[in-house]
């Protein structure tokens, strides 16, 4: 008489191949939480960067030219604005009036390293 089934061996051989499948799976799965989270605080980063450069773009030069800082906001991010003049040259090699350089700089500390962001962006203002 033929029995037929799974013998003890074959069931422990195949739990073994689960639970390496599901903690492969659940790494996975943590990996992909944390580059979600990353990515999200970059974007909220950037989104913030463009808004104080819209924000800069319709202030004074004067009040640019001092330079302005916000304190660390809820991620920890530090956030500069500043005006220099731009030395861009015609082709007669003589300096452009009026041309400033205004930049945006976000900086951080990921771990023990400092991370720095940065937006420029040429203005006009005679």
């Known amino acids: 008489m033929k029995k037929s089934g799974f013998t003890l061996f074959e069931i422990l051989i195949a739990l073994a191949m689960f639970s ?18 990353l990515l999200r605080s970059e974007a909220g980063m950037r989104q913030q960067l463009e808004s104080l450069l819209d924000q800069a773009m319709a202030l004074p ?31 007669n090699d003589a300096v452009l009036p009026g041309l400033w350089w205004i930049t945006v700089r976000a900086e951080w500390t990921d771990g023990n390293e400092k991370q720095e962001r940065e937006e420029k962006f040429l203005r006009y203002q005679p």
């Open 20 to 37: 390496l499948a599901l903690g492969g799976l659940a790494i996975a799965l943590d990996r992909i939480v944390e580059a979600n989270a």
């Open 61 to 91: 030069i004067e009040t640019l030219a001092e330079g302005r800082e916000t304190g660390p906001d809820a991620m920890g991010v530090k956030y500069s604005v500043s005006a220099e003049q731009a030395e861009i040259r015609d082709k």
